[in-house]
């Protein structure tokens, strides 16, 4: 009875199919690392003397390593820690990076330029760097690779956070909102925050594709995860010995690690492309 | 006469500043150094407003007297024709006597690149400074946390640099010799090769540089044994061998790096096609594809190395986690080493020189950032 056109069913753009694909992709990953929590199709700290690097075959469908663990039991794993440690560290430097530039914006160029300098100062440390401090502290763990990816994100965090509260800076509506009264907090509420939220979601994507592969560049040096517990950067490291003979076990963590951090790109930027598309 | 140098005053590197300055306006006589610094110029007329023109005069602040050449002072202004009014050699007649306006002949530039020198050595000085500055507050807070009493090993150091240091070189430059060219064509062609390009750049950026390594060595090393796995040939015994030892790694480093600099230098070429003083160009009678030649390549390329500065400081850490997947005895083997055994001197000068590295590598993305694209911002 109503008037209006039925609605047209319109083929999807490329770019909002792969933005899809790889957010089932993400999330199809996350919940294998959330299954290994409860099971694997074998425990990973149980050594089989009889199932030494194994090929694939029906009962270890992706063969096993030269201490005779079950290559797919140890990804899922992995794929779990990565996750668990980049989200761990994502957030730190999300609540610590993003109030940093919110107050640097408002307090003026010296809080910039502190910012600016601080932020400097963990980039050039790097991950590398924080890690080894920690390390030499506190000895080698998962915490020191959420601590020092966090730390390093506070600054990555910032600077993107800076750069994009500036794109703001010289709208029109937020001199109207100032004009009709708003000012301080406020105005940042009510006008900034609800453009820049898909931005931030964009930099925490980002910043999660980033801390998987940290984290593992940290494992495979042996100062993230420690052997009991399984990480794809430990796999690396194990697998790098036998990988001419035996290759599988080296390739699986990687490919697993590539698969991650491409469908977070690909969120993360397809995010971002949203948001410049919508403005 | 270059005396004047710390006298200039400490918001240089804000973009804005020297812009709200009109050039010659300022009064102050002891701050005019009898200097001419932009030479080029010459070649766009003042009331042209192409190109980097309108951005190169804030660049020619007067107080800029860094590579100020005793020719300059002693060649008089007017044989170069009219130009741009700079700094003269008296500061008081600067306003009393304006330029004649340049004549019509020169309303078509030529296609000559535009230097000005001294803005740039001025830029890449602070972003010294800044370098600087990083690695002494880096040494101080180390020495604080880590309370190392003992001397650090500078032998091995260096030893180990000369591992690291031409390592970082070969991936510095396999990165532009590959992804420059690759990251031109997709933003100029478009198409199938920008697609292309594209999907290798998005898997690129995310592979792991540890794994795109060991691919490499089972395919180069194990398979086909043209390069070695890994060792090294120490320099002093064969120095054709010691590069060829580094070519895998710098390949595993450079290959991602490349990639990603493809696709920021794509994506600098595709904004930079659309920018509006493009148009403008065509409006003063250039050809699109001379605008585009003269244009587009250089604010592409500051674009993109703007974007580059993050990555390039991660290649030093990647570079350094690396180095064990071919067991190199560089600096990630020195940071390993003397954590293990509790050596804090040398940890303290092994994470010194990592924050050098990765203040080197942005450094020097500044500085070709600068060259590339005049406009010298202050921060990033």
């Known amino acids: 009875m109503s008037l209006s056109p039925p609605p047209v069913a319109r083929p999807l753009a490329l770019p909002m199919i792969r933005l899809r694909l790889a957010v089932i992709a993400t999330l199809v990953l996350l919940l294998i690392g959330f299954v290994s929590i409860v099971w694997t199709p074998y425990p990973v700290d149980q050594l089989d003397a009889l199932a030494q690097a194994q090929a694939p ?21 992995g794929i779990l820690t990565s996750f668990v440690v980049s989200a761990v560290a994502a957030a730190i430097g999300l609540f610590i990076g993003i109030p940093l530039a919110v107050a640097a914006a408002r307090w003026g160029l010296v ?38 990816v966090g730390l390093f994100n506070i600054a990555v965090v910032a600077r993107q956070t800076r750069e994009d509260l500036r794109a703001f800076q010289g709208r029109d509506y937020l001199a109207a909102s100032r004009l009709s009264g708003l000012a301080g907090w406020e105005l940042a509420r009510r006008h900034v925050l609800p453009s820049l939220l898909p ?34 950067g430990l796999m690396l490291r194990d697998a790098q010995s036998v990988m001419l003979f035996e290759p599988l076990p080296m390739l699986v963590p990687g490919a697993a690690l590539l698969l991650i951090v491409v469908a977070l790109q690909v969120v993360a930027r397809g995010l971002r492309q949203e948001v410049k598309h919508a403005a | 006469m270059s005396k004047d140098g710390e006298a200039s005053p400490l918001v240089i590197d804000d973009p804005v500043a020297p812009a709200e300055m009109p050039i010659g306006a300022s009064t102050s006589a002891e701050a005019e150094p009898p200097s001419d610094p932009v030479v080029e110029i010459v070649a766009l007329p003042v009331d042209a407003p192409v190109g980097p023109s309108p951005d190169l005069l804030p660049a020619a602040d007067p107080s800029s007297d860094i590579s100020a050449t005793p020719s300059a002072d002693s060649s008089p202004k007017e044989a170069e024709g009219p130009q741009i009014p700079t700094a003269g050699e008296n500061a008081a007649e600067i306003p009393a006597t304006p330029q004649p306006p340049a ?35 880096a040494a101080v807070l180390l020495s604080v946390l880590l309370r190392s009493s003992a001397p650090a090993d500078l032998a091995l150091l260096a030893d ?8 970082l070189a070969l991936c510095l430059v396999i990165a532009g010799v590959i992804g420059a060219p690759m990251g031109f064509l997709a ?82 070429v595709r904004h930079a096609l659309v920018d509006p003083w493009l148009e403008t160009a065509r409006t ?16 592409a390329l500051g674009d993109a190395l703007g974007e580059m500065l993050v990555p390039l400081s991660l290649l030093v850490p990647a570079c350094v986690i690396v180095e064990n997947v071919f067991y190199l ?25 990592l924050v050098a590295l990765v203040g080197l590598c942005r450094f020097i993305g500044q500085v070709l950032r600068g060259l590339a694209d005049p406009r010298l911002p202050g921060g990033a």
């Open chain 2, 160 to 167: 180990r640099l000369g591992v690291t240091l031409p390592l």
């Open chain 2, 329 to 353: 005895p560089g600096l990630g083997r020195l940071l390993l080493s003397s954590l293990s055994a509790g050596d804090a001197a040398n940890l303290q000068s092994a994470l010194v020189t």
């Open chain 2, 103 to 137: 004549p019509a002949s020169r309303v078509y530039p030529s296609l000559a690149i535009t230097f000005s020198m001294p803005p740039l050595l001025e830029y890449a000085g602070w972003r010294l400074l800044e370098w600087l500055a990083t690695v002494a507050v």
């Open chain 2, 284 to 299: 003063m009678g250039w050809t699109r594809r001379e605008a585009v030649i003269r244009f587009v390549p250089r604010q």
């Open chain 1, 111 to 148: 809080a910039e330029r502190l910012l600016i300098g601080g932020a400097g100062l963990f980039l050039s440390f790097s991950a590398l760097g924080i890690a080894a401090l920690l390390t030499a502290h506190f000895g080698p763990s998962a915490l020191n690779a959420m601590l020092a």
């Open chain 1, 57 to 77: 075959s029906a009962s270890h469908l992706l063969g096993t390593d030269a201490l005779g663990r079950d290559t797919l039991s140890m990804a899922m794993k």
């Open chain 1, 199 to 232: 931005l931030l979601g964009a930099t925490a994507t980002a910043q999660l594709a980033h801390g998987v592969l940290l984290e593992a560049g940290l494992g495979y040096l042996g100062l993230a995860s420690q052997p009991p517990g399984s990480s794809l």
């Open chain 2, 187 to 268: 933003g100029l062609l478009g198409g199938p090769v920008d697609a292309i390009v594209r999907a290798l750049s998005a898997v690129g950026t995310a592979v792991l540089p540890i794994w795109l390594a060991m691919l490499l060595v089972l395919v180069f090393a194990a398979t086909l044994g043209w390069l070695q796995p890994g060792g090294f040939v120490p320099w002093a015994q064969n120095a054709g061998g010691a590069l060829f030892s580094l070519l895998l790694p710098a390949l595993a480093l450079g290959l991602p790096m490349a990639l990603e600099f493809a696709r920021a230098l794509r994506n600098g």
